[in-house]
């Protein structure tokens, strides 16, 4: 469980969260959505002590994030950033068997227990013929995968995901999602596709204006009259086979006051 | 959890046991090499004598085997006052600056770091010089010339990485100017101090702290201090090899994957300077060797550090014996500075380098 109470950050001068509280709870996935700007990714980077707000406290299972050493908070917070490494030389093998580093002494080399759970890895991804090519040669959605494997491989308590389905074509977007699904794991994604959420969150954080606009389970927050004001676009929402559909128009009169306003 | 589905028990996954072997015997490979080169490079020099007999001097000397001689006093003085202490000196230059530019490449996740580039030589001589000429540092004792360079090194490197921080992300080209900007500075600094002071300092001139030298390698406390801290330097960073993977990924990175990066670097830049700091008391500054062996040495085995580490340090050594040589054989009896001899090998390599980064527009 990752409960962030209060927590704050700010570029410049320019609050982007001001004293948001956060609860993600075990075994289930947690959406943190919102339009450009509205800071998922500063909430997220929040949540997993790449920033540290002044006001307020994160907690992972109870303990303060940043009394956590790096190495224990590694074991208990898997994250995919979008930080892509891009220029690295490893090979995708070396570059996932790097997720067993927190769970290894200083002086201990990986064992085959590890390249075992690293294959697993690449296998639930996708990726298993990937092993042996370099990292940067892959395609955007490639290295995605790959770099999810390595969250997994680092067999941690909860997982965080920024945006992972960038750089995804469509099968591939609902594959890792449904993935993120079946772990066990306590799971917070930083999502754009509002139609995904609906289909693989339990619960949702709508970031509006230097805050949280709605949070609650995903059939409260994904509520037209919550999201329109928020996004500034028309949504309609569906219920087909119990499951929720969202389509957007644009609104038609108040288009330019809302922009000039 | 149950791994029968994916493996037999023979299975190497992922390859990683066989490119395990490969390292091992690159390892076993490159030290026969050094060895050999070693005991070719006493042989070699305006007075030649042959490997075998240079192999038995040193054997009489270490292990007292063997115990009848059968060489003369002047071979045995030659092999044994001048040459082995400079071809250890060299092992010891090539293999630390090597391992500094592996250190260095994976903290600015840039190919183009390398000690002499980034100016932490240069800090190092002005450090050095600073201790000859006005007894910098005297209260160290005979550690005085060691101990000012490691400062003169730190200062440099520290300023060197903070003006290319300066508004944001390290790019390539900042770090570059910058490290060339200090770099020249402090020479200049250095060259200033020994004109000025007008001591005939004459075994180290000018020449020395720009070009580099193994000429005034002997049996002494800096030989002995450049060996332990190299050789605990080739050790810590093979150790930490993991880390040095995910700190060469990005910041965000390591930390997510149990790493401090900023304090991790810190101890790395500390390191660095200490190794550069000893090398370049001891032998002057020498560049390029920093900035082409990691290359090749990734060429070899691969982008790990733990492999790479131990590959570059064997491979540095090797190469400065070797460049040694022909500094001292080329022009004989004159004796060229090593620094042209590497700077010669290196400078195209940088190119290459530049061209390549050009293209993948990085």
């Known amino acids: 469980m990752i409960q962030a109470t209060g927590v704050s950050w700010r570029y410049d001068t320019n609050p982007v969260i001001d004293g948001v509280s956060v609860t993600a709870r075990p075994g289930r996935v947690l959406g943190l959505i919102g339009p450009n700007g509205s800071g998922k990714t500063t909430l997220l980077r929040l949540l997993y002590g790449a920033l540290r707000s002044r006001s307020g406290q994160v907690t992972v299972d109870g303990d303060e994030l940043a009394t956590l050493p790096a190495r224990e908070a590694a074991r208990r917070l898997a994250v995919v950033v979008q930080e892509t490494g891009g220029e690295t030389a490893l090979t995708v093998a070396e570059l996932v068997l790097l997720g067993r580093g927190p769970h290894l002494s200083t002086f201990q080399r990986t064992s085959r227990a590890d390249h075992e759970i690293a294959a697993r890895c690449l296998a639930r991804v996708g990726a298993a013929h990937l092993g042996a090519r370099a990292f940067a040669q892959l395609s955007g959605g490639e290295r995605q995968r790959v770099l999810i494997a390595r969250a997994l491989a680092q067999q941690a308590t909860h997982l965080l995901l920024d945006e992972p389905t960038n750089h995804l074509d469509i099968r591939y977007q609902h594959e890792i999602l449904q993935l993120v699904r079946t772990l066990d794991t306590c799971c917070v994604v930083v999502l754009h596709d509002l139609n995904l959420a609906a289909r693989y969150c339990d619960d949702l954080v709508l970031l509006g204006a230097g805050g949280v606009a709605a949070a609650g389970t995903t059939d409260e927050v994904l509520d037209p009259g919550v999201l329109e004001p928020v996004y500034g676009i028309g949504i309609q929402r569906l219920e087909l086979d119990g499951a929720i559909h969202l389509l957007f128009h644009p609104i038609d009169q108040p288009a330019e006051e809302r922009s000039a306003a | 959890m149950t791994v029968t589905a994916l493996a037999t028990g023979e299975q190497d996954l992922l390859g990683i046991a066989a490119q395990r072997r490969r390292t091992g015997l690159w390892l076993l490979a490159l030290t026969a090499g ?20 240079v192999a038995r001097i040193i054997g009489h000397h270490l292990v007292g085997l063997p115990g009848e001689v059968t060489w003369t006093p002047p071979q045995e003085a030659i ?22 530019g592996v250190a260095l490449q994976a903290m600015v996740r840039n190919v183009l770091a390398d000690p002499y580039l980034l100016g932490i030589n240069s800090g190092a001589s002005s450090g050095a010089a600073a201790a000859i000429l006005f007894g910098a540092g005297a209260g160290f004792g005979q550690y005085a010339l060691s101990t000012s360079a490691f400062l003169g090194a730190l200062a440099a490197s520290l300023l060197v990485f903070l003006i290319a921080r300066s508004g944001g992300r390290v790019t390539s080209i900042r770090l570059l100017l910058s490290g060339v900007a200090v770099g020249y500075a402090l020479y200049a600094t250095t060259s200033f101090l020994i004109f000025a002071s007008g001591s005939a300092e004459g075994a180290r001139s000018v020449m020395f702290w720009l070009l580099g030298s193994l000429g005034l390698a002997r049996w002494n406390a800096l030989l002995a201090v450049a060996a332990i801290v190299l050789i605990g330097t080739i050790g810590y960073l093979t150790v930490v090899g993991r880390r040095l993977d995910v700190l060469a990924i990005g910041e965000e990175t390591a930390q ?18 200490l190794s550069v700091g000893v090398l370049v008391s001891a032998a002057g500054s020498i560049g390029f060797v920093g900035l082409v062996v990691p290359h090749l040495a990734r060429r070899i085995v691969g982008a790990p550090h733990v492999r790479v580490v131990p590959v570059a340090a064997l491979l540095g050594a090797i190469l400065l014996v070797w460049a040694d040589v022909l500094a001292r054989m080329l022009l004989a009896p004159q004796e060229i500075p090593i620094g042209i001899i590497t700077a010669l090998l290196g400078a195209p390599f940088l190119l290459v380098l530049i061209r390549r980064l050009h293209a993948t527009g990085a």
């Open chain 2, 256 to 273: 997510t994957l149990g790493v401090s990066p900023d304090r991790f670097r810190l101890r790395l830049l500390v390191l660095v300077s």
């Open chain 2, 34 to 53: 050094l060895l050999v080169t070693g005991v070719v490079a006493v042989g070699s020099g305006a007075v030649g004598i042959p490997p075998p007999t």
């Open chain 2, 79 to 100: 092999v044994w006052q001048v040459r082995l202490p400079r071809v250890l000196l060299g092992m010891l230059v090539g293999a630390g600056l090597a391992v500094c």
